[in-house]
């Protein structure tokens, strides 16, 4: 069997290592037996709805509006989300798939309606490690990641929060929540990246396209994490 990821968009989204995320999931997979093909998604490209995985990371003030304004224009990822394709999008890309974020003259953009979820700037950016208990998805350990936004996040009643804050801001709209969880879509403001520091979230986007997967060899990721939970509670 061989899997298609597609990253939307990385030369608009894709800061603070965003990329890899796609990187991680396409290696787990290989280990395990998958073949992988990665289709890079450039601006003005149509999404395709027939890939396996959708991967979609962060970015600045203008390419996240440059990048809202092209995704409207289409609905591959719409077509692929209603399919049950699973979705990974991390910060900039979890706003660009909710009802609407603000901008820097805090006028409100719409986004893809995807995710049940608004964004406003906040007054103050969140800036650094997050460590935060998964409660959306059963079976994840704890979460750890970096996080560097002014978004403040507040989910509607279809999106359920990814995780609990022990440490860090995480969506900053008042409560101690991290990311959104709605359907088959993963959004989150960690960035690391996130799959790499988190890799039984990668493998839990793999396991929704192929079912349940043979456990991997964690010796040197569980040694990073480790290594990244001390430097955080630091």
Same mark, same amino acid.
Request: glycine share 14%; with cysteine; net charge negative.
């Given at each position: ?10 030369? &608009? &989204? ?48 203008? $390419?996240? &509006? ?48 995807? &995710? ?65 969880? $709605? ?49 955080? $509670?630091?």
């Amino acid at each position: 069997m061989t899997l298609t990821i597609a990253h939307i968009f990385p030369a &608009l &989204l894709s800061t603070y290592g965003d990329a890899g995320n796609v990187a991680v999931v396409r290696h787990r997979a290989e280990s395990r037996g998958y073949g992988v093909t990665t289709l890079t998604v450039l601006p003005g490209e149509p999404v395709p709805s027939e890939a396996d995985i959708y991967v979609i990371g962060g970015g600045e003030d203008a $390419q996240e &509006l440059r990048a809202v304004e092209l995704l409207r224009r289409e609905s591959g990822l719409a077509v692929a989300v209603r399919g049950g394709a699973p979705v990974l999008a991390i910060c900039a890309g979890m706003q660009i798939l909710g009802e609407w974020f603000t901008d820097g003259s805090d006028i409100r953009v719409p986004g893809l309606g995807l &995710l049940d979820l608004r964004t406003e700037r906040r007054s103050a950016r969140a800036v650094g490690d997050v460590i935060a208990d998964a409660i959306a998805i059963p079976g994840l350990p704890t979460l750890i990641g970096f996080e560097n936004h002014r978004g403040g996040t507040s989910l509607g009643a279809d999106a359920r929060p990814l995780a609990q804050v022990l440490q860090g801001v995480g969506n900053g709209s008042g409560e101690a929540v991290e990311g959104a969880v $709605q359907g088959s879509i993963i959004g989150t403001y960690l960035h690391g990246p996130v799959l790499a520091l988190n890799p039984a979230l990668a493998d839990h986007l793999l396991a929704q396209v192929v079912g349940p997967l043979p456990p991997m060899d964690d010796t040197l990721a569980e040694e990073f994490r480790a290594n990244r939970f001390q430097r955080a $509670q630091a």
